[in-house]
Antibody, heavy 115, light 108 residues
């Protein structure tokens, strides 16, 4: 069965960067795009970007342009999302999700940005 | 970007009642690349409906999706206790993908 397992919670200071991981299992890793979605406390869902695990090509929301980097390691079936220049507004739960219709989700990673 | 507006913001219903949730897009969503998700507190969202009307694997048939173009609907035919949650629509036709702001279905 499909599983997406994300890395653990992070606490970062403003201005820092955070790198999150999402390890996939139970399907052919390179056949499905992986997406990143975040949810600030008490708020809705926000799409951040996507990576093609086969080619490594990425696309992201304009809002995160210049701050987000998505990579993948096909040998470990893992995708990574790094977000830089963190502010308190980046405090959120970050999810990875498979495919454009997000048919499977990771459990989420809480990132807290606080001085 | 395509803006999705969900209504109502909150729906107060009793178990056994029918729930009708609306999602309106600011421009046409082609090929019905419209999905619905359910989210319970402290959990990741769960895909219910994709392609506007196709149920995801394991989703009970009391959940149904309909609509096309700019107007979409999620219907829960008879609410079960476990259906009280927040529901989001999402379009994955155009980049950036966007979500509606959510509809909370609460127990009356």
């Amino acid at each position: 069965q499909v599983h997406l397992v994300q890395s653990g919670a992070e606490v970062k200071k403003p201005g820092a960067s955070v790198r999150l991981s999402c390890k996939a299992s139970g399907y052919t890793f390179t056949r499905y795009y992986m997406h990143w979605v975040r949810q600030a406390p008490g708020q809705g869902l926000e799409w951040m970007g996507t990576i093609n695990p086969s080619s490594g090509r990425t696309s992201n929301a304009q809002k995160f342009q210049g701050r987000i980097t998505m990579t993948r390691d096909t040998s470990t079936r893992t995708v990574y999302m790094e977000l830089s220049s963190l502010t308190s507004e980046d405090t959120a739960v970050y999810y990875c999700g498979r495919s454009s219709n997000l048919d499977y989700w990771g459990q989420g990673t809480l990132v807290t940005v606080s001085s | 970007e395509i803006v999705l507006t969900q209504s109502p913001g909150t729906l107060s219903l009793s178990p056994g009642e029918r729930a009708t949730l609306s999602c309106r897009a600011s421009q046409s969503v082609s090929a019905n690349y419209l999905a619905w998700y359910q989210q319970k507190p402290g959990q990741a969202p769960r895909l219910l409906i994709y392609g506007a009307s196709s149920r995801a694997t394991g989703i009970p048939d009391r959940f149904s999706g309909s609509g096309s173009g700019t107007d979409f609907t999620l219907t829960i035919s008879r609410l079960e206790p476990e259906d009280f949650a927040v529901y989001y629509c999402q379009q994955y036709d155009n980049s950036p993908q966007t979500f509606g702001q959510g509809t909370k279905v609460e127990i009356k």
